[in-house]
């Protein structure tokens, strides 16, 4: 039971990282986005040094959930749609940053094709999806973690019960024997009278 306890929770606990994984991966994607704006707008290196930090950071923590979800073909099904959206809107923002303020126009064309391809919010759309699938299957570990719970206490308290009953046994049978033992030393003492 406590076997079962502890691989319930540790799939609790795998599905919560892959959830913070993918949330962290949505999130990264519209940060980048918001770099390059930042960047094509201030010309300021802090935010086209975000931007190449997340631009670098994104496939890796792309990796990182298949490598999660490997043992659940749906869900890498979805990171495999994410892929070539994801590439063709890292590139598409980082023609723009390589642009920067300089080609400005050059580089809001960019900005503005963009928008026809609707590449980040089919990412989110997709990772929406994930998310969801991976919420249910957090559901249903959380109810057999609770049920793991509950059948390790339905055992203890099993246990226990069956060690007091056992005690009360052993109790029983010892007063038993004592009252043999004396009535043994009643009879032997009337048969020493009667003689």
Known sequence: NLGHMRESFAWVQHTDEVLSQASEMDAGVVEAESAER????TGD???????????????R??????????DNPQQQGILKRVQPLLDARLR???EAVQLGPAQLAAALLIVRQAKFHRLTAQIRENLAEFRETESHLLAQRQRQAQL?????????IATM???LASAAFVVWLFQRSQAANRERELT????????
């Open 38 to 41: 930042g960047y094509l707008l």
């Open 148 to 156: 793991a719970i509950v059948g390790s206490i339905a055992f203890a």
């Open 61 to 70: 923590q792309r990796e990182k959930l298949l490598n999660l979800v490997s």
């Open 161 to 163: 019960v069956l060690a």
């Open 92 to 94: 598409q923002l980082d």
């Open 45 to 59: 290196d802090d935010f086209r040094s975000a931007f190449i930090g997340l631009r670098d950071e994104l496939p």
């Open 188 to 195: 032997i003492d009337l048969i020493h009278l009667s003689r």
